[in-house]
């Protein structure tokens, strides 16, 4: 899934959810918080341009981004996966 400049990530709530979207380097250190908010269930589309928090663009190479839903009193999901930065 290589990408220059912006990736998509999508992702499906089976019900409503607050959900956290944030990117990573292969370091673990957070790079960017793409979502923190409450959304409804469904299809949904999350947009990353490459940069991080302060708007500065990132080098080239792996990132990672973590999804966590929380929905219900108790009930968390949470997805990892890869992408990978070509300029």
Known sequence: ???NPTTTI????PEASRVTIKVYNVLGQEIKELLDQDMNAG???ALW????QSGQHVASG?????ID???GEHSTFTMVK?????K
């Not at 341009?49 to 991080?52: E, I, L, R």
């Open 69 to 71: 839903a929380t929905y």
């Open 82 to 86: 890869k992408m990978m930065l070509l």
């Open 10 to 13: 999508e992702y499906q709530l």
């Open 62 to 66: 792996l990132y990672l981004y973590k």
């Open 1 to 3: 899934n290589p990408f």
């Open 49 to 52: 341009n490459g940069t991080d």
């Open 43 to 45: 299809y949904h589309t």
